[in-house]
């Protein structure tokens, strides 16, 4: 499914996403009338300082202006590891833009995450993971880690490894591992999604209830409320 026909499918009453060097930006029009804020990443883009920066930086914008929830589309690479982005410190402008939804979120703008292509490392984290519901579309490939990375770590044999993830969900690249693990909530039928996103209009995102949700959405811990000072 291309992101177009996810876009069609999720926002029947128009939206005006667009796609700028694979970061996504824009706003969409909610069947309940309530517009939602719209980023993400596009055509498995790494993730670095100048794509982090400028996710943050419209949703911080929107925050005084717009009360809807915050949808966040994800088919990125993993983080970009180039010498120009450790330099400037890529895990701060990754750790702030995690913050920033998460701090959205506690701040009533309930954050939703659809992984339809690609997402790994510090790329995932700091977004589909970062939001209060993950909804994976089948044929989305999430890693935490890949299997080449966590043997060279780990000192154990690909096949090994392999052979592990088919039993332990830890770690494990793969949607079915992420839902099992319960950072996946949901997996894609159009109508459980599209709940998700509208739901969300209405305060509690992880409110929708659908079969086939591995999770049910809560609310962010003491942890996610002290990055923002909301209040319990």
Request: hydrophobic fraction near 45%.
């Amino acid at each position: 499914m291309t992101l177009d026909s996810i876009l069609a499918s999720l926002f029947p009453d128009g939206h005006d996403v667009r796609i700028d060097k694979g970061v996504i930006l824009g706003s969409a029009m909610l069947r309940s009338g309530t517009t939602a804020l719209v980023i993400g990443v596009a055509d498995r883009t790494a993730i670095g300082v100048d794509e982090a920066i400028r996710l943050s930086g419209y949703v911080l914008q929107s925050l005084d202006r717009e009360s809807g929830p915050i949808l966040v589309l994800v088919d990125s690479d993993s983080q970009r590891m180039s010498k120009r982005d450790e330099l400037l410190g890529l895990n701060e402008f990754l750790s702030h833009l995690a913050k920033v939804l998460i701090c959205a979120d506690m701040n009533g703008r309930p954050t939703v995450g659809l992984l339809y292509g690609h997402s790994a490392a510090g790329a995932l984290l700091a977004t589909g993971l970062a939001t209060r519901v993950l909804v994976g579309l089948p044929g989305a490939d999430p890693a935490v880690m890949d299997l080449p990375s966590m043997a060279k770590v780990t000192k154990l044999s690909i096949e090994t490894l392999q052979e592990k993830a088919k039993s332990t969900p830890v770690f494990a690249p793969g949607l079915s591992n992420l839902a099992r693990m319960g950072a996946v909530h949901l997996i894609w039928n159009g109508a459980a999604a599209r709940r998700s996103v509208g739901g969300a209009a209405g305060g509690h995102a992880g409110g929708a209830r659908s079969p086939g949700c591995a999770r049910q959405g809560t609310w962010w811990p003491a942890e996610g409320r002290r990055y923002c000072g909301a209040r319990s």
